[in-house]
């Protein structure tokens, strides 16, 4: 079997569903497997899970064990030469995993590969590659001067920025939201460490596998919607867990001393209270118009009907792709995506070319009954039913 991929999953039923459902429109050339672990969720993901994909592996944890021990639960059932790890609140294009094999069989000194990842309304993910966070490189991060010195090396390491966001290349941390590795390689160092219950479980990966003298690499030619915040909410618990997997990190891979101590408590404290404001969202405005890409105008009616207000029709078969002048500065648009009539890669692709301070984007998922999206990298995810 060439790819296994695994979806820990813990009360985002809906966004599991539609990640599923683009997984396996990604894997129909290619000889895979996925296999969901739900981590004793208290929705009905599992139920879903058995009636909707009954063809899917799916594992029952009888306790939330965390993302460590989930992921490698997970991998103890793959078969596949190489393993996907890949958050619920994702969409991958038909062709993600075609283009990220065929990257991976190139290279000797593989580690870990990943891809350009977007948020809900289409903007990149500076996440999606990083640098590793030493003392130093923290510092730049916390205090802003990767912004402020873009182009210095000193300065621009922790998003790696000596790549763009459209150049593939070799970096030392990647992202756990989707991660592609060998199942042999992810075996050999352990997998995640469960000791990390989160947060830091895909810096301490990639450092490992550096260790091993293999090199990661950001592939750009595919890009995966992250929804993210939508499986955790950032509350207090998350500010003592991140603090946690932070403290974790810098004990296990760098010599302690005085200073090193000192600093990274200052540095964990001020970045944590950065994450704290990010996580607070705003209010939501609703949208002033909808506009329905899909090629079913009588579904445009019903949906109108749920969100109670008028909705432009586009039909796909006509217009291929959502007009940018359709949306006036200004005024706030939804646009709707029928997933029945326009691939997972088509929507990411309308995401990333309209993409506008004042548009927001749902996706209909194929034989859903709900729209399902969110309008900033920081709040979560809303799903609206249309029964």
Known sequence: ????????????????????????????????????????????????MKSRFPEVTLIENKENSGFPRGNNIGVAHAKGKYICILNPDTVVAEDTFVKILAFAEKKVDLGIVSCKLIDGTGNFLPESKRGTPTPWVAFTKIFGLYKIFPNQKLFNQ?????????????????????????????LETGGFDEDCFMYADDIDLSYSVLQKKRNNYYFHETSVIHYKGESTIKDQKYMKRFQEAMEFFYQKHFRKSLFFSVFIKIGIFLFSFVK????????????????FFSSDENRCSQLSSVLKNKITFIDFKKEKMVNSSLVSEGRRVEVILDNQYISFKKCIEILETVKHKSVTFKILPKKANFIIGSNSKNERGEVIKIE
């Open 1 to 48: 079997m060439q790819l296994s991929v695994i979806i820990l999953n813990y009360n985002v039923r809906y966004f599991l569903e539609q990640c599923v459902l683009s997984v396996q429109e990604a894997l129909f050339a290619i000889d895979g497997e996925i296999i969901v672990v739900d981590n004793n969720s208290d929705d009905d993901s599992c139920l879903m």
């Open 276 to 291: 704290m404001f990010q996580g607070k969202s705003k209010p939501n405005l609703l949208p002033e118009s909808y506009i």
């Open 158 to 186: 922790y998003y790696a920025q000596h790549l763009s966001e459209n150049q593939t290349g070799k970096v030392d941390i990647l992202v756990g939201a989707f991660m592609v590795m060998e199942r042999e390689l992810y």
